[in-house]
């Protein structure tokens, strides 16, 4: 029998910098999931169903690359496939990806494969840690590159009550160190109780590493968030405010989640 042995914050670290070699996301492209990474995952054996929706009733007119899909009146999602491998191993699939624009006209994105590293137990530390890696296949009208890599790192702190999440994404489109774009994201949550918590969370994208966008270029997001955790599912919703002119003004998110064994 073969023991895997459980990863470290420095292994984690070491492949995070191992697989970062490589696109830069185009500051106002358009994501299909809009949620901050906790580290927590499915137990080992448990198949998990994740749907994610996101509709943008106030957004940018000016589409992010000749051909993509405009964010005004766009509805974009995906079931999200999870299955807990080990205590700190998670495996996903995110298919299919589809948008509903304003014209009604529905279209398939792509595909990504996702491989989520944690420190097991997550919920039970003060301080957690994990890293995230996802490999896209993307329609044209979704990103100008076909094959694109998130790099997620997370690290998290509890308070009493309250947490601090971020994950400092590195978008990569294998062009090189210094193309990863760099769009992190931070939560500051308060539970209520062992059900409810509200949040707020920050959204950003400085543009690539060689060199960040203008201020009035990159985009700023700031959700206000409600959670409920339990039977017969969890239920993530938000209403997210564009903080500067290249942002989507208004966009709301809703994510139902429930494990299916």
């Known amino acids: 029998m073969i023991t895997i042995p459980r990863p470290s914050a420095w292994a984690a670290l070491v492949l995070a910098a191992t697989l970062s070699l490589g696109l830069a996301r185009t500051a106002i492209a358009q994501t299909d999931e809009i949620q901050v990474y906790n580290a927590q995952i499915a137990a080992p054996g448990v198949f998990n169903l994740t749907l994610h929706n996101n509709y943008t009733p106030v957004g940018l007119k000016t589409p992010a690359f000749p051909g993509a899909i405009v964010s005004n009146h766009d509805l974009n999602g995906v079931p999200e496939w999870a ?20 014209n009604g006209n529905a279209q398939l994105d792509g595909f990504k494969l996702r491989t989520l590293f944690v420190e097991p137990n997550a919920a039970a ?19 100008a590159n076909t094959y694109t890599q998130e790099i997620r790192p997370i690290l998290g702190w509890r308070f009493g009550k309250a947490d601090l999440i971020l ?70 919703a938000g209403i997210g405010f564009g903080l500067n002119g290249a942002t989507d003004r208004l966009t709301l998110k809703l994510i139902l989640s429930r494990d299916l064994n």
């Open 83 to 102: 299955y807990g491998v080990t205590d700190w191993l998670e495996a996903g699939l995110y298919l299919p990806l589809y948008s509903i624009p304003g």
């Open 125 to 143: 530390h003060k301080f957690f840690y994990g890293v995230n890696f996802e490999f896209s296949f993307n329609a044209k009208h979704w990103d």
């Open 167 to 236: 994950n400092p994404i590195l978008d990569n489109s294998w062009k090189g160190f210094s193309r990863l774009d760099f769009a992190p994201e931070t939560r500051l949550d308060y539970n209520l109780s062992g059900s409810w918590a509200i949040a707020a969370e920050e959204y950003d994208d400085f543009g690539e590493l060689r060199g960040f966008l203008p201020a009035d270029k990159q985009t700023h997001q700031l959700f206000l968030v409600v959670d409920y955790t339990g039977k017969p599912i969890d239920v993530e």
